[in-house]
């Protein structure tokens, strides 16, 4: 597809339960973006790859967060022994790398993740 | 530390009103990019508009117009001639550019609630 797509749309676990979300950017985008939108913290900068490595983990809130990148392409966000406060919208965007340039970030539908 | 401040929680207009979105921001970087997004309920975040902190020309793009005045630090939004369809939650965002080590990663505001009434 042309544009940043995410899987599953929505996702339903329970509280101690991992869930991994993934995200497939736009082709040719190196650079990828994990953000969290929830009604408390509004949206949020979770973590940034470019290229498979991943320069700025400053906002992953706990270490039951990850992220890994393989073949500069899909990502994949886990989250371990989810807590209730972990509900929340994730949502993942992908933007040319243009040296030190921000460019625009296109946003996928994102993940709406629900703990019980 | 960077923020962005949009102080409008909620604004609701009947349609052909025209509407402005505010937006204010805090940086010590003199080097940054301002942002705004469309998130329609469909939910999917819309780029609308990008930036940078030399160039203060306001800009228009059909009923939109942006007016970014760096003495008092805003970055506000208009829109012309409402519509139904311009009904979304519009985020403001910043990205500084500090010395090449913020990746681009965006700060967003609290977001706005337009809501357009035929």
């Known amino acids: 597809g042309a544009g940043v797509s995410q899987s599953p749309s929505n996702k339903v676990t329970e509280k101690g339960k991992d869930v991994e979300l993934r995200c497939d950017p736009i082709?040719?985008?190196?650079?990828l973006y994990w953000y969290r939108q929830s009604l408390g913290q509004g949206l949020e900068f979770l973590i940034y790859f470019q290229g498979n490595s991943a320069p700025d983990k400053s906002g992953l809130p706990s270490d039951r967060f990850s992220a890994e990148r393989t073949g500069g392409s899909v990502s994949t966000l886990t989250i371990q022994r989810t807590q209730q406060e972990d509900s929340a919208v994730y949502l993942c965007?992908?933007?040319?790398?243009?040296?030190?340039?921000?460019?625009?970030?296109?946003f996928g539908p994102g993940t709406r993740l629900t703990v019980l | 530390a960077q923020k962005v401040t949009q102080a409008q929680t909620e604004i609701s207009v009947v349609e052909k009103e025209d509407v402005t979105l505010d937006c204010v921001y805090e940086t010590r970087d003199t080097t940054y990019y301002l942002f705004w997004y469309k998130q329609p309920p469909s939910g999917e975040l819309v780029f609308l508009i990008r930036r940078n902190s030399f160039d203060e020309q306001n800009e228009i793009s059909g009923r939109y117009s942006w007016n970014f005045q760096k003495s008092t630090s805003s970055f506000n939004f208009t829109i012309t001639a409402s519509q139904v369809v311009d009904s979304a939650v519009y985020f403001c965002a910043l990205s500084e550019f500090a010395g090449g080590t913020s990746y681009g990663k965006l700060t967003f505001g609290q977001g706005t609630i337009l809501t357009v009434h035929p």
């Open positions: 082709s040719g985008h190196t650079a």
């Open positions: 965007a992908s933007s040319l790398f243009l040296g030190q340039t921000s460019t625009k970030q296109f």
